[in-house]
Nanobody, 126 residues
Framework: QVQLVESGGGLVQAGGSLRLSCVMS???????????MAWFRQAPGKERELVAA????????YYADSVKGRFTISKDNAANAVYLQMNSLKPEDTAVYYC????????????????WGPGTQVTVSS
């Protein structure tokens, strides 16, 4: 059974930065290296939305318009980890952020798999 665990959330002032991490286990480095990964978020009263995704070979990335230029997704196959660097944070970025692994990636979208982490809370104060 694949497990994903997120970390790195917290409380930050507007304009600040956070780096989220997500580790997939148990999985081999080879299996992870062949997995596309993504970050979603869900704010109170809203639907879960795709924030960023990365192709299995890390050559291609996708970002929601609301985070383009501020967030960066990256993948470390040796660590079985995916990261989300979030800069210039805004109060509207406040949400629970979820990692999804081994979904289907395309340059215009990412189709999630059944593998989700429990989420990490990000709160941005104004």
């Amino acid at each position: 059974q694949v497990q994903l665990v997120e970390s790195g959330g917290g409380l930050v002032q507007a304009g600040g930065s956070l780096r989220l991490s997500c580790v997939m286990s148990p999985t081999s480095t080879r299996a992870f290296s062949q997995s596309s990964m993504a970050w979603f978020r869900q704010a109170p009263g809203k639907e879960r939305e795709l924030v960023a995704a990365i192709s299995w070979n890390a050559i291609s990335t996708y970002y929601a318009d609301s985070v383009k230029g501020r967030f960066t997704i990256s993948k470390d196959n040796a660590a079985n980890a995916v990261y989300l660097q979030m800069n210039s944070l805004k109060p509207e970025d406040t949400a629970v952020y979820y990692c999804n692994g081994a979904g289907t990636y395309s340059p215009q979208n990412y189709y999630s798999s059944p593998y989700w982490g429990p989420g990490t809370q990000v709160t941005v104060s104004s």
